[in-house]
């Protein structure tokens, strides 16, 4: 059984216990006949006991750095040299994918690619992409809940509002994302930042309650019956006509 020790894990971001593979302490100290000055680092091989990354671990102080507290009964001065850590890897940059997401890279694969590719875009500002990727995801949301795929998007977002899985609100804004990708290409719609996060926090509530909580896929397959073949429209204009 190995040592453990809490520290911050660069893949969890968040502190854990982590096993000791391999550890070397370093005091050192420094003087010139005047002056002098000490402290100690220590470095160590650790695995987090959580998502079990294998990480580098420095810590150190040093005699010059210090912060002076005050004992709170006595009021006597505590001197404390604060301990800076690095780890390599350093923490990974915070992601807005949420943690959830993970869980779907087991229950469809496909529709994990799709939301990763679209926080990236997300994440480095790509919002026409960020939004094409919401309505690829939505798309693929409803193949997951075995959806009758020959259905148009708005016909789906309709069809999950007349079964009560979403509610107004929500099917007016699934709306906006079926459109998303044909308005970014056709009609030079650029989504703010803003716009495009109600966008985002309205289809994650919808996966996660219909894909991730899990109970409701089967439910969803079962009750929703499939759609007759629609009746194509005649085309206005004649020389569009095959
Ligand atoms: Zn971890």
Redesign the pocket.
Known sequence: MSKTFKAH????D?E?T?FIHGEHEEPWSWHDGYNSQHGQNDYKIAE??????VFFHKSGWDSEDWDISYDPVTREEIITNPVTVITFPAPEKKSEKPDWVWAIAKIDPQLFHILEEMYQAYEHGALILAAVGLRTAFDRTTTVLKIDPELTLKQKVALLLDEGYIGETESKTLEVVTDAGSAAAHRAWSPTLDGFQILLTTLEQFIRRTVVSGKSALEIANTIPKRPPKIPKPKPQPNEQP
């Open positions: 894990c660069p893949r969890c968040g854990r982590c987090c006991c959580g998502c079990e990354v």
